[in-house]
C-alpha cells in the first residue's frame, strides 16, 4: 500500500517566520504534489514536480517555494508565513500521467495556524 | 482553472440516489473522483480515461463526456458510509497536474 507521510498534523507558526512543510512517500512515484484546502474552495494546487530537481508552479504558487531533491521527498517552503496561508496543506504522489489508472495518493494533510 | 462541481451540497435519505456532476472548459485526458471524510485525507474511487467510458464498483460509478468536457458520479441506494466531500480532479491532455472541483459536500441520513 502506498503512503504517504507528513512530518507535522498540526503546526503553529508566527507571521514571517519561515516554515517548512515535509513530504516523503514510499512508492518510488515520480509525481509529488503540494495543494492547499480551504472551506468553500476545495484543494487549490500550489506547485507540483515530476522528477527530482523538477518543479512547477501550480495555480497559486506565490508565497510558496518547493524542493525536490531525492525522489521520495517533496518539501514546501513558506518563506515568510503571513496569517492568509493558515490553512490545510495536503501533499500528494502519483504515476507518471501516461501510466494506466494513475491516481493521486495523499497524505493526511497539515493543519497551519499562522498567528 | 478548477473545474465546476455542482451541486455545492446534498442531503440524502439512505437509499436515495443522487449525481454529482463535474465540468471543465478545458480538454481532457482524464477525470478522477475521491471523497473525502471529515479530518481525513481524500480517497481515490475511481479514474477515467477520454474514450467516454463509463466505469463503477459496487454503488457507485462515473460515466465521462470528453466532447462536453463533463463527468458525472452516480451514487445508488446510497449508505450513511457515503457521506463526505466528494471532488473531482482532471487533467489536460500533455500535462502533469490534477486540478480539483471545490468539492460537493454529501449527508446521508438514516
Known amino acids: 500500500d502506498v503512503k504517504v507521510t507528513q512530518s507535522s498534523r498540526y503546526l503553529v507558526k508566527r507571521t514571517g517566520e519561515k516554515v517548512f512543510l515535509e513530504c516523503v512517500q514510499d512508492m518510488d512515484h515520480e509525481n509529488m504534489f503540494w495543494y492547499r484546502q480551504d472551506p468553500g474552495l476545495g484543494l487549490r494546487l500550489i506547485y507540483f514536480s515530476y522528477d527530482v530537481k523538477m518543479k512547477e ?6 508565497g510558496y517555494s518547493v524542493s525536490r531533491e531525492k525522489k521520495e521527498r517533496f518539501s514546501l517552503i513558506l518563506e515568510s508565513a503571513s496569517t492568509n496561508q493558515t490553512s490545510m496543506y495536503l501533499c500528494a ?3 507518471p500521467i501516461n501510466a494506466v489508472n494513475s491516481p493521486l495518493h495523499f497524505g493526511n ?3 497551519l495556524t499562522v498567528t | 482553472q478548477q473545474p465546476v462541481q455542482s451541486p455545492q451540497a446534498v442531503i440524502l435519505r439512505e437509499g ?3 449525481v454529482i456532476n463535474c465540468s471543465s472548459s478545458k480538454a481532457l485526458y482524464s477525470v478522477h473522483w475521491y471523497r473525502q471524510k471529515h479530518g481525513e485525507a481524500p480517497v481515490f474511487l475511481m479514474i477515467l480515461l477520454k474514450g467516454g467510458e463509463q466505469k463503477g464498483h459496487d454503488k457507485i460509478s462515473a460515466s465521462f463526456n470528453e466532447k462536453k468536457q463533463q463527468s458525472s458520479l452516480y451514487l445508488t441506494a446510497s449508505q ?11 487533467e489536460e491532455s500533455g500535462g502533469f497536474k490534477t486540478i480539483f472541483g471545490a468539492g460537493t459536500r454529501l449527508f446521508v441520513k438514516a
Do not use: H, Q
Open chain 1, 57 to 62: 508552479k501550480g495555480d497559486i504558487p506565490e
Open chain 1, 93 to 95: 504522489s502519483s504515476l
Open chain 1, 109 to 111: 494533510g497539515t493543519r
Open chain 2, 16 to 18: 436515495e440516489d443522487a
Open chain 2, 80 to 90: 450513511l458510509s457515503y457521506s463526505g466531500t466528494y471532488f473531482c480532479g482532471t
